[in-house]
């Protein structure tokens, strides 16, 4: 592609990306009071129905986190120069959907909240900028307990950040958590005591809180639950309908270039790694097939775009 060609396209997106969002924050929108288009977007709207990414910052893991060491050499590195990283350490950003249905307005995750890294954790402030205040927030659905999902619920003193929430865990997850033998069922790459405390003291905090739910029941009308595990064994998405529909996918596809053209290498702190490869594989072969729109919890922000077959695996297509 000659270069005034490259440059006339990606002013082109640029334009259409501007004015796209300016249709949305004005009168058509259901959250009329965000300000600023930094750290919120909207992925999804139909009816009375409006979903947003709100970002919660980025944070730093070390590559052998997420990457299989038994990949082949020559790929991996490939795969990771074509992801835009470099050495030990992988960049994450994390994305949360916020969704306002009439009364409801439901969080899907909550970030890492303040225990994690201090470019993270950014949730409530960046929801007040979209507009939206802590004790607006009716629900909580947790996709699954890791730290990146879950800390986020609890602010530095251990209070709750969203008071007037109930929440939302997949009743296979939260027996998992609760589980006397849970150390033995995380693998051997994560930091299992840290990770298993604090997913045990947070959710001791909204115990009384808590809705359990299986694959195919609804959120509230029209946001069903979808069973993806692997990552965690009792790890959920979220389906919403009408339009594009839309795929709430939180880390069962945790790269955009990795998880998409590698869906079969083990990702090492995929609780069942073998199961998380068969997760990947059914719903990238459902997305693409469906063409539907997918969000996913650390793809670029916002997150967002559609899945295409390319050369026996699969490819991310933002948008
Ligand atoms: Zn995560």
């Known amino acids: ?15 259409s990306g501007v004015a796209a969002g300016a249709a949305a924050v004005g009168a058509g929108t259901l959250f009329p009071g965000r300000r600023g288009w930094a750290s ?26 997420l990457v299989a060491p038994d990949s ?3 790929e991996r590195e490939a795969a990771l120069k074509a992801a835009g990283q470099t050495g030990d350490q992988f960049q994450l950003v994390n994305n949360v959907v916020v969704i306002r249905r009439q009364s409801d307005l439901i969080l899907v995750d909550a970030g890492t909240g303040p225990r994690h890294q201090p470019t993270a954790g950014k949730l409530a402030e960046n929801l007040k900028t979209a507009g939206i205040q802590p004790a607006d927030v009716t629900t ?11 800390w986020g619920i609890l602010d530095a003193g251990d209070n709750r950040v969203y008071p007037r929430a109930s ?14 033998n849970v ?3 995380l693998p051997a790459a994560l930091p299992k005591e840290q990770i298993v405390g604090g997913a ?21 009308s029209g946001i069903r639950v979808l069973e993806t595990p692997g990552h965690t064994q009792g790890h959920i998405s979220l389906e919403l309908g009408g339009g594009d529909g839309l795929v709430i996918s939180g880390d069962a596809l945790t790269n955009a270039i990795i998880s998409f053209q590698y869906p079969s290498w083990r990702v090492p702190v995929d ?14 072969d459902q997305l693409a097939a469906d063409k539907r729109r997918l969000v996913g919890a650390h793809l670029p922000f916002p997150g967002t775009g559609f899945v295409e077959r390319k050369e026996g695996a699969y490819r991310f297509v933002p948008a």
Not at 40 to 65: M, N, W
């Open 271 to 284: 609780h069942e790694a073998d199961r998380g490869i068969a997760t990947r594989l059914r719903l990238l």
């Open 140 to 150: 909580v659905v947790l996709t699954h307990g890791h730290p990146d999902h879950l």
């Open 1 to 15: 592609m000659s270069q005034s060609r490259a440059h006339r396209l990606s002013r082109r997106r640029i334009l």
């Open 40 to 65: 919120a977007r909207t992925v999804h709207k139909h009816a009375d129905l409006e979903a947003i990414v709100v970002s919660d910052g980025h944070f730093v893991l070390p590559t052998g986190f």
């Open 167 to 180: 929440y939302v865990v997949s009743a296979r997850e939260w027996e998992l958590w609760a589980d006397p």
């Open 72 to 74: 082949p050499t020559a």
């Open 183 to 185: 150390l033995q069922k």
């Open 200 to 220: 045990q003291g947070h959710f001791a905090r909204i115990r009384d809180k808590v809705r359990m739910v299986r694959g195919g029941d609804e959120i509230v």
